[in-house]
C-alpha cells in the first residue's frame, strides 16, 4: 500500500518525441560558444585542486539535489573520488543533514552545463555518470529542456559511456536510450526493486505507489 502523496506526471506526449533523433543529430553537428558562469568555473577549479592530479576512478553525481545520492556512492565506492553537483545553492546547503563520514566526495554548486564542458576538457579519469531523477520536463514543447535533446548531450556523451539515468516517467529513460545510441552507447532498463533509496525523490516516489526506472549505458566495447 501506498503511503506518499507525490502526483504522477502528466503529459499529452505518449511516446519517444518525433523530434528526438532530428535534435540529436543537430547538436551533434554544432559547437557550443555559450560563454562559461564565473560561479562553474570558479566551482570546477577548486574541485580540480581538491582531485590534486588524482589519477583514480572519478564519478559524477549531477543534478544531485541536496547530495543523499552523493554520499552514498562515495560510501559504495571509497577508493573512487564522487562529485556531486547541483545548480541550487539552497539544496547544496541543506547537505550538511545527509553528509556521510568520508573524505571522498564533495557537493558543489554549478550549472552542470558548464561544468560538463568543462571535465570534458579536462584529464579527469570519469569511470560512472548518474543522473538521478533530473527534472523531465514533461509537456511536449519542452523536449529540448531535457539533457538527451540539448547541446549538453554532447559534452555529456564525451564525459564517459558509462551512465546511469533514473526517472519516474519512463518516456524519459526510453528518449535518453535512443538519444545515446546516436553515439554508439548500448543501454539496459529496469524496474528500480528494493528498500534502498538512492535520493529522496527515489524514496517519495516509490512510497506514493509510482513505479521507478534505472536505465545503464555503456559503450559497444564493454
Known amino acids: 500500500m501506498s503511503n506518499g502523496n507525490s502526483r504522477e506526471i ?3 506526449q505518449l511516446g519517444i518525441h518525433d523530434k528526438l533523433d532530428e535534435l540529436v543529430k543537430k547538436y551533434q553537428q554544432s559547437e557550443n560558444k555559450r560563454p562559461i558562469s564565473a560561479h562553474t ?5 577548486e574541485v580540480d585542486s581538491w582531485l590534486d592530479g588524482f589519477n583514480g576512478e572519478i564519478i559524477l553525481d549531477s543534478c544531485c ?3 543523499e ?3 552514498n556512492l562515495a560510501k559504495a565506492y571509497p577508493e573512487a573520488r564522487v562529485i556531486g553537483i547541483d ?6 546547503d541543506k547537505h550538511e543533514h545527509y553528509r556521510a563520514q568520508s573524505d571522498n566526495y564533495r557537493v558543489v554548486r554549478a550549472d552542470v552545463n558548464d561544468f560538463w564542458r568543462l571535465v570534458r576538457q579536462s584529464d579527469w579519469h570519469v569511470s560512472q555518470h548518474f543522473l538521478l531523477y533530473p527534472n523531465p520536463y514533461p509537456k511536449k514543447t519542452q523536449v529540448q529542456k531535457r539533457w ?11 564525459i564517459t559511456p558509462h551512465i546511469e539515468v533514473r526517472s519516474n516517467w519512463l518516456i524519459y529513460v526510453l528518449e535518453f536510450a535512443q538519444a ?8 539496459n532498463l529496469s524496474e528500480v526493486t528494493g528498500e534502498t533509496h538512492m535520493t529522496p525523490f527515489e524514496r517519495k516516489y516509490r512510497a506514493s505507489g509510482q513505479v521507478c526506472w534505472k536505465l545503464r549505458c555503456l559503450s559497444e566495447e564493454d
Open 10 to 12: 502528466t503529459t499529452s
Open 41 to 45: 568555473q570558479q566551482a570546477y577549479d
Open 65 to 67: 539535489g541536496v547530495g
Open 69 to 71: 545520492s552523493t554520499a
Open 87 to 92: 545548480k541550487s545553492a539552497l539544496r547544496v
Open 148 to 158: 538527451h535533446a540539448s547541446a549538453a548531450m554532447v559534452d555529456l556523451m564525451a
Open 180 to 187: 545515446a545510441k546516436h553515439y554508439g552507447a548500448l543501454s
